[in-house]
């Protein structure tokens, strides 16, 4: 059923509403075994091979909650600044789903373990305090392929299959409050808060957090209401929204969708929505309106969970540095400006420029490289920088052979290219495609004759004093060495060829 979709330009959508916004975050916890059961849960085995009658739900199985998988969660919770539950249950959460064995998940519903925190996220200089409601501990359910038919989704399939893999590995669920006062720059916010939000989960070491594989998986809550007016307005909730850019993308495109409707005096319907990659659009999927009833219950196969204080006092002790602290850290020793820290953090190139500098390179270079010629080809590939084949050890070395001597900037950049097509660590490229400095003074004083000899005019302007002319001529040496000489030098070689002082 194809819908018709409107939108209205995103200024004239920000000058009329504001939107309101709303992030359910489910994170996949990394521990070993399961939430209940005792199976692994480690990504990419053979379907339904990590099962066991616990996360099959066979009768008679009961479930036994994962401490680690608590842990882990109290964790979440200490550093989003949270209330930490002294005593909380687990929830059954009822309803029919076909990769859910027991046709109900244990989660976690009016007494979650974690409350009222926040995160702190940096927008174009400003930062923006996001208020967590909760986080809670349930399990995550198996994963359907639908065979046959286009789209991969359930119509128009000719069967589906289910792997049970999945079913049962921990999953958190971090939620926040209600967003307002972002404005137009709420895609960022949205944005910009996941971002910081896995990069605190990955500090914590809970979960590898591949939005790609779905260990992080983020379901954007938009609404707008008129300027001026202070009731909120209806929300959709876009699901499963799997890259950072698309959560940008998609909380942009709501609020140009809901303007519209809105402007024309229609109304918006309460339902989730998906998110197209290829067009940054959303289609409509199950309506809201009614509120599902989960008959929801104490879970009774459960004992309550009950954190010793003094066991949460310790936790909160060895908490990591986390990574708002960590970047002040950095910045600070690296003496860069709130502007360029704030480039890298987009550029997610922090963790790469520090392990650069931790092979050697100094942080203004490796700096250099990663968000200038590295950044460009990344863009260029439309990939992430650290998914470029590169290593930061790479990159310290190319620094290192510049800073030697053995290559300028221009043939450091040819380097680089030669290890992103594939031909090897950079000394080999070096090797291969022959690209060091002719510092050999016989050899580069030969070409400087050569270039004196082409350039007649040029090397007398120069004799008889415009010494400005030396550029020629040292653009001539670069050119006959196809950049391989070390222009400073050359001109040192040349004025003294000419018998003028620099
Ligand atoms: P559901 O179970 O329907 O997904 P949740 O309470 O788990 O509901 O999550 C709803 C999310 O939407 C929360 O982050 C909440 O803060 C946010 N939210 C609630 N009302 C609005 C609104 N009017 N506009 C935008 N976001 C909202
Ligand atoms: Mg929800
Ligand atoms: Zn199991």
Same mark, same amino acid.
């Given at each position: 059923?194809?819908?018709?979709?409107?939108?209205?330009?995103?200024?004239?959508?920000?000058?009329?509403?504001?939107?309101?916004?709303?992030?359910?975050?489910?994170?996949?916890?990394?521990?070993?075994?399961?939430?209940?059961?005792?199976?692994?849960?480690?990504?990419?085995?053979?379907?339904?091979?990590?099962?066991?009658?616990?996360?099959?739900?066979?009768?008679?199985?009961?479930?036994?909650?994962?401490?680690?998988?608590?842990?882990?969660?109290?964790?979440?919770?200490?550093?989003?600044?949270?209330?930490?539950?002294?005593?909380?249950?687990?929830?059954?959460?009822?309803?029919?789903?076909?990769?859910?064995?027991?046709?109900?998940?244990?989660?976690?519903?009016?007494?979650?373990?974690?409350?009222?925190?926040?995160?702190?996220?940096?927008?174009?200089?400003?930062?923006?305090?996001?208020?967590?409601?909760?986080?809670?501990?349930?399990?995550?359910?198996?994963?359907?392929?639908?065979?046959?038919?286009?789209?991969?989704?359930?119509?128009?399939?000719?069967?589906?299959?289910?792997?049970?893999?999945?079913?049962?590995?921990?999953?958190?669920?971090?939620?926040?409050?209600?967003?307002?006062?972002?404005?137009?720059?709420?895609?960022?916010?949205?944005?910009?808060?996941?971002?910081?939000?896995?990069?605190?989960?990955?500090?914590?070491?809970?979960?590898?957090?591949?939005?790609?594989?779905?260990?992080?998986?983020?379901?954007?809550?938009?609404?707008?209401?008129?300027?001026?007016?202070?009731?909120?307005?209806?929300?959709?909730?876009?699901?499963?929204?799997?890259?950072?850019?698309?959560?940008?993308?998609?909380?942009?495109?709501?609020?140009?969708?809901?303007?519209?409707?809105?402007?024309?005096?229609?109304?918006?319907?309460?339902?989730?929505?998906?998110?197209?990659?290829?067009?940054?659009?959303?289609?409509?999927?199950?309506?809201?309106?009614?509120?599902?009833?989960?008959?929801?219950?104490?879970?009774?196969?459960?004992?309550?969970?009950?954190?010793?204080?003094?066991?949460?006092?310790?936790?909160?002790?060895?908490?990591?540095?986390?990574?708002?602290?960590?970047?002040?850290?950095?910045?600070?020793?690296?003496?860069?400006?709130?502007?360029?820290?704030?480039?890298?953090?987009?550029?997610?190139?922090?963790?790469?420029?520090?392990?650069?500098?931790?092979?050697?390179?100094?942080?203004?270079?490796?700096?250099?490289?990663?968000?200038?010629?590295?950044?460009?080809?990344?863009?260029? =590939? &439309?990939? *992430?920088? !650290?998914?470029?084949?590169?290593?930061? @050890?790479?990159? %310290?070395? $190319?620094?290192? #052979? +510049?800073?030697?001597?053995?290559?300028?900037?221009?043939?450091?950049?040819?380097?680089?290219?030669?290890?992103?097509?594939?031909?090897?660590?950079?000394?080999?490229?070096?090797?291969?495609?022959?690209?060091?400095?002719?510092?050999?003074?016989?050899?580069?004083?030969?070409?400087?004759?050569?270039?004196? =000899? &082409?350039? *007649?005019? !040029?090397?007398?302007?120069?004799?008889? @004093?415009?010494? %400005?002319? $030396?550029?020629? #001529? +040292?653009?001539?040496?670069?050119?006959?060495?196809?950049?391989?000489?070390?222009?400073?030098?050359?001109?040192?070689?040349?004025?003294?060829?000419?018998?003028?002082?620099?």
């Amino acid at each position: 059923m194809a819908e018709t979709v409107t939108l209205m330009p995103y200024d004239e959508a920000l000058e009329r509403f504001e939107p309101v916004l709303g992030l359910e975050t489910h994170v996949e916890l990394g521990t070993a075994s399961k939430m209940f059961c005792g199976c692994p849960t480690t990504f990419g085995a053979p379907p339904n091979t990590h099962v066991c009658p616990i996360c099959l739900a066979l009768p008679g199985s009961l479930p036994v909650a994962n401490v680690k998988a608590i842990e882990s969660t109290i964790r979440i919770g200490l550093a989003l600044n949270c209330s930490i539950a002294e005593w909380c249950r687990f929830a059954r959460k009822n309803y029919f789903y076909p990769d859910m064995p027991k046709n109900y998940q244990i989660s976690q519903y009016d007494e979650p373990l974690c409350t009222d925190g926040y995160l702190d996220v940096q927008v174009e200089g400003k930062t923006v305090r996001v208020e967590i409601e909760r986080v809670h501990l349930e399990e995550d359910t198996g994963k359907s392929t639908h065979v046959g038919g286009a789209t991969g989704r359930i119509q128009g399939a000719d069967y589906s299959i289910v792997d049970y893999n999945r079913a049962g590995i921990p999953l958190v669920e971090i939620v926040t409050k209600p967003v307002e006062g972002t404005d137009r720059l709420a895609p960022e916010v949205a944005k910009a808060y996941v971002t910081e939000l896995r990069e605190l989960l990955r500090s914590l070491g809970v979960s590898d957090v591949r939005m790609e594989e779905g260990s992080l998986r983020c379901d954007v809550n938009v609404s707008l209401m008129p300027r001026g007016s202070s009731t909120w307005g209806t929300r959709t909730e876009t699901k499963n929204v799997n890259s950072l850019r698309s959560v940008e993308r998609s909380v942009r495109g709501e609020i140009e969708r809901q303007a519209a409707i809105l402007a024309d005096g229609g109304r918006i319907i309460q339902e989730t929505r998906h998110f197209h990659e290829d067009t940054g659009a959303t289609t409509s999927g199950r309506s809201k309106e009614e509120a599902q009833d989960y008959r929801y219950f104490p879970e009774p196969d459960l004992v309550p969970i009950a954190p010793d204080p003094a066991w949460v006092a310790t936790l909160k002790a060895e908490l990591p540095e986390l990574p708002s602290v960590r970047r002040a850290r950095i910045q600070a020793e690296w003496g860069v400006s709130d502007l360029d820290m704030a480039a890298m953090h987009n550029a997610d190139a922090i963790e790469l420029v520090e392990a650069t500098v931790a092979a050697g390179a100094p942080a203004a270079d490796a700096r250099k490289w990663w968000m200038g010629e590295l950044a460009r080809r990344a863009n260029e =590939a &439309g990939t *992430a920088l !650290a998914d470029l084949p590169i290593t930061p @050890g790479d990159v %310290a070395k $190319v620094t290192e #052979l +510049v800073a030697s001597g053995a290559l300028n900037d221009k043939l450091a950049r040819q380097v680089l290219e030669g290890v992103l097509a594939g031909e090897g660590a950079p000394e080999a490229v070096v090797e291969k495609r022959g690209l060091r400095i002719v510092n050999d003074e016989g050899e580069l004083s030969a070409i400087i004759d050569q270039v004196l =000899a &082409g350039n *007649a005019d !040029a090397a007398d302007k120069v004799r008889s @004093g415009k010494i %400005a002319a $030396v550029g020629a #001529l +040292v653009g001539g040496v670069m050119k006959a060495s196809r950049g391989k000489a070390d222009a400073g030098r050359a001109r040192e070689l040349i004025l003294e060829k000419l018998g003028v002082e620099g």
